[in-house]
Structure formats: C-alpha cells, structure tokens
C-alpha cells in the first residue's frame, strides 16, 4: 500500500495542469521535448535544509523547522496518488505531453505523511509551475488559469466547490489571484486555496490544504514570507 494514499490531506497536485491546447498545437510537441524545455528553462530549484529556491522566479521559500520537505521519490508518489482520483485518462499521449509541462517544485508537509502520523492534522504547502506557452492565446491572467484548474478539479471523484475568484494578491512580489474550494476526502471536509501568477510563459502556483483555521494561520504567515519576483 502507498504510504501517501493513507493520508487524507493528499493533495491532487498533477490534476491542476491545464490541458486546453488544441490537437494541432500539441502534434508539434513531444513529453520528452517539453521536459527538456522545462528543465533548462527553470529546472527543478535547489533545496538547502529547509530552504527552497529557484532562480526563475527569484522564487525563496523557508519551511519552518520541523516540517516535512517531500523528496523527489515522495512528490512523484503523490503525483501518482493524485491520478486516483481523476475520471480522465492521464495517460494518453497528450496528456503525458501536458504533465511533462509541469514542475512540482516543492511539497511541504507539517508532518511527514507516513503511517506513524496517521490522523494528525497534516496541513501542507505546495507550490509548482506549468508552462503555458502554447495556451498564452486564452491563460492571459492567473485568473483565467485558475478558471481552467477549476475545471480539471471538478473532473475527479473528489467533490469540489469553489467560491469567487479574486484578485488583489500576490506571490512574493508577482501579482497574483486567489481562488478558494472546499474539497471532502474519506468523509472529511478539507480546505484548500489556491494562488496564481503568471510569470512570462509560466504560470506559477501555490495551494494550502488544511482543515482549521489554527492551521490556516500558520500557512499564511509562510505564504507571506515568500519571496518571488520576474
């Protein structure tokens, strides 16, 4: 059994990708190329104890002492946790092509989500990016992409509901917009809000999973202390 799945705060990252491209868009592209692209284009960042940075995004991101930073292995864990829940097809040839778009750059868990703290309030931050070159035509805004991440969430088994999108924010210093849902997980009501900026041809994300506002609090003040700028 995936250590992950036992958690009920696993958060269905890899179902936020938009995938509006047309077929004839995506003919010109393979998983393999778009991997290259963003790998040399932003790359993965750098992790230096509890402090995440990537040069891209003159992103910096410092995880309070005591939390769990997931690895490499554990992010792709849950990356594959996620594609439970989906109703769609993540495996076709343009799905894959839109997956290798995506970088999850950093996955920040209160505690570590392993059998040992099962039931534990294990609230999370987590934050990647997508590139979005080819949908630039319609992802204008962080508005509008969190419009279309809204659709693909409401395209899994989890029951979603979402309030007003809004604007007014910021990540680090990258104006941002803010979208809140509701989502229940194994029968218990979990909140999650979303925060999106559009940097040059990537949208940029990061998203709190928690459920008490004690926890809410806690998430806010490390999202206000990250730095980001373009």
């Known amino acids: 059994m995936r250590t992950l799945s036992r958690s009920r705060l696993v958060l269905p990252t890899i179902l936020c990708l938009v995938f509006v491209c047309s077929c004839e868009r995506?003919?010109?592209?393979?998983?393999?190329?778009?991997?290259?692209?963003?790998?040399?284009?932003?790359g993965y960042g750098k992790l230096d104890g509890n402090v995440y940075t990537n040069a891209y995004f003159n992103l910096k991101v410092s995880v309070p002492e005591g939390w769990h930073i997931s690895s490499k292995a554990?992010?792709?864990?849950?990356?594959?946790?996620?594609?439970?829940?989906?109703?769609?097809?993540?495996?076709?040839p343009q799905m894959k092509v839109a997956r290798a778009r995506v970088v999850n750059m950093l996955s920040a868990f209160r505690f570590k989500p392993d059998v040992e703290n099962l039931g534990k309030p294990n609230y999370n931050l987590t934050m990647f990016a997508e590139n979005i070159r080819l949908?630039?035509?319609?992802?204008?805004t962080g508005e509008h992409y969190l419009k279309a991440m809204k659709q693909q969430l409401n395209a899994t088994t989890l029951k979603?509901?979402?309030?007003?999108i809004q604007s007014g924010f910021k990540i680090g210093s990258i104006p941002a917009y803010r979208m809140k849902a509701q989502m229940s997980v194994n029968g218990v009501d979990v909140d999650?809000?979303?925060?999106?900026?559009?940097?040059?041809?990537?949208?940029?994300?990061?998203?709190?999973?928690?459920?008490?506002?004690e926890q809410l609090k806690e998430l806010e003040a490390l999202f206000n202390s990250i730095e980001a700028s373009y």
């Open 135 to 140: 949908q630039r035509f319609i992802i204008k």
């Open 192 to 213: 999650q809000i979303f925060y999106c900026a559009i940097a040059k041809d990537y949208a940029l994300v990061a998203s709190f999973t928690y459920t008490k506002p």
């Open 74 to 92: 554990e992010k792709k864990e849950l990356e594959e946790v996620s594609k439970d829940y989906s109703t769609r097809n993540l495996d076709t």
């Open 160 to 164: 979603y509901s979402f309030q007003k």
């Open 26 to 42: 995506f003919k010109k592209v393979t998983p393999e190329s778009e991997k290259k692209r963003v790998e040399k284009e932003i």
